[in-house]
């Protein structure tokens, strides 16, 4: 029966956590949306400003699963590079740290309070932004109940005998210990296909004092792993290039764990030498109230080292997935798809109608070749049979560009969105309609024209007339 208890009392605290996270991150992309676009808009090649991108994003977002869906489905679409992308997966991996120090906060303490702030202003506030900032405090709260709850649920592991044999190895100072812990954090995080999660699960049996901090800083370093799986699975069904920017994630993470436990045991003393207090202290009730920090800390310090190690190399990892996952189908002509891969769920409105709105900008550079080839077919310096099919090509694309596009973005508006994003959503629908209708006047105005100009119907002030359409 106790540990049933333990059981549901931790899945309980567990959830809510979910859901404190995810109405936060919710949250925080509805008032910060025009700013994703802004930051992801005014990515260059640079290397450096492309890490500093993915951490921004991520910091909005609260999520580096979300940033790198994303930036795997901008790749698949052809709107991003390799060497972009893995950029921006390395400022993933930095902003994604921000969520450990917001748990690492005294667990529980402030919890009820922001719940209590935020619910009043989230259900009747009576502005947008009022209700965003009522659900972001609402949404840490939840986070810090969680957590609190979470942490009650442990206690009783403490005076349990068996558990703490069976968990015994893996609090051995020793590197088999150490691997231990990386690959039982890393298989957790691919089952619960969150490293917030699991960093949370962490830090609550951390400062419930069932481990100590060096299992728990390994635990972490396994964490960062597994979180890869995200991207891997969303790049299933995707192009060669997203299949690319997922494993240079995976390895970059990989490596980079490598090294750390390379030297683990400098790692953990270089960690409690700039963060003050014994990680270990006990309380008389059995608490570790500064362990969190700790783990914080050794989170962050991971993730920017591994960062700072490989960024001069960022070139040689592109070049290096890309001669482990060749183009078996090189010299053919890739089909692009929607941006959007795998499930929905993974992307809130801010960041789903930011790759709805690259999708239309696709759709409009198409119509933009369609309209340059046709007048170039109807003036005589491009009339082929194969432009013919060419134009007629175009004019498919932009009809499943058009489909795709209007049943991602109604499936976008079942979220809950503010004003500004279900308008937003409206125009693109409505802007990918006009384009495809374009695209369908051009196509019988090249076929029409074509059938003209062979039997030369057209003549004198008619023919000017018809040629004035493509001036």
């Not at 001069?312 to 189908?329: E, G, K």
Request: with cysteine.
């Amino acid at each position: 029966m106790a540990t049933f208890k333990i059981i549901y009392t931790v899945l309980g605290g567990l959830g809510i956590f979910f859901y404190g996270m995810k109405t936060m991150s919710e949250a925080f992309q509805s008032m910060a949306g025009g700013t994703i676009k802004k930051v992801i808009n005014s990515l260059t090649t640079h290397r450096v400003f492309a890490v500093m991108v993915g951490t921004l994003v991520t910091m909005i977002v609260q999520s580096s699963s979300v940033t790198t869906v994303m930036v795997v489905g901008l790749v698949n679409a052809g709107l991003m590079g390799l060497t972009q992308a893995i950029g921006v997966i390395f400022g993933a991996n930095i902003g994604t740290t921000i969520t450990g120090w917001i748990i690492s906060i005294k667990i529980g303490k402030y919890g009820l309070l922001l719940i209590g702030l935020g619910i009043f202003p989230a259900l009747f506030g009576k502005s947008t932004k009022m209700k965003e900032i009522g659900k972001a405090l609402f949404g840490i709260g939840m986070i810090f109940f969680g957590l609190q709850i979470m942490s009650n649920g442990f206690k009783p592991l403490r005076s349990m005998p068996e558990f703490l044999e069976a968990i015994s190895f893996f609090s051995g100072q020793h590197y088999g210990a150490y691997l231990a812990c990386v690959a039982v954090g890393c298989i957790l995080t691919m089952v619960v296909q969150s490293s917030s999660a699991m960093l949370g699960i962490t830090i609550s049996m951390a400062t419930t004092g069932i481990i100590e901090f060096h299992t728990a800083a390994a635990l972490v370093l396994g964490e960062n792993i597994g979180t890869t799986i995200t991207a891997l699975l969303a790049s299933v069904g995707g192009n060669i290039n997203a299949k690319r920017a997922a494993r240079a994630h995976a390895i970059f993470n990989l490596l980079g764990v490598v090294v750390m436990i390379l030297i683990f045991p400098m790692y953990i003393e270089f960690i409690d030498g700039i963060v003050p207090g014994d990680p270990n202290f006990i309380t008389a009730a059995g608490d570790k109230p500064l362990i969190a920090k700790h783990i914080a800390m050794g989170h962050t310090i991971f993730n920017v080292v591994a960062t700072l190690l490989f960024l001069p190399f960022l070139h040689y990892l592109a070049n290096f997935v890309i001669r482990i996952t060749p183009n078996n189908d090189e010299g053919k002509k890739e089909q692009k798809k929607l941006l959007v891969l795998g499930n929905l769920a993974d992307l809130r409105p801010a960041t789903a109608l930011f790759e709805a709105q690259k999708e239309v900008e696709k759709q409009r550079s198409i119509v933009e070749r369609m309209f340059g080839l046709s007048k170039s077919y109807l003036d005589g310096t491009k009339r082929t049979e194969e432009n013919l099919k060419k134009i007629s090509n175009y004019e498919k694309a932009t009809d499943n560009i058009q489909g795709e596009v209007t049943n991602f973005i109604c499936k976008v508006m079942e979220k809950e969105m503010s004003a500004e994003q279900s308008s937003e959503a409206a125009s693109y629908i409505k802007i990918s309609d006009e384009l495809e209708s374009v695209a369908d006047y051009l196509e019988k105005v090249a076929i029409f024209g074509s059938r003209f100009l062979e039997r030369d119907n057209l003549e004198g002030p008619l023919k000017d007339e018809f040629f004035s359409f493509f001036k």
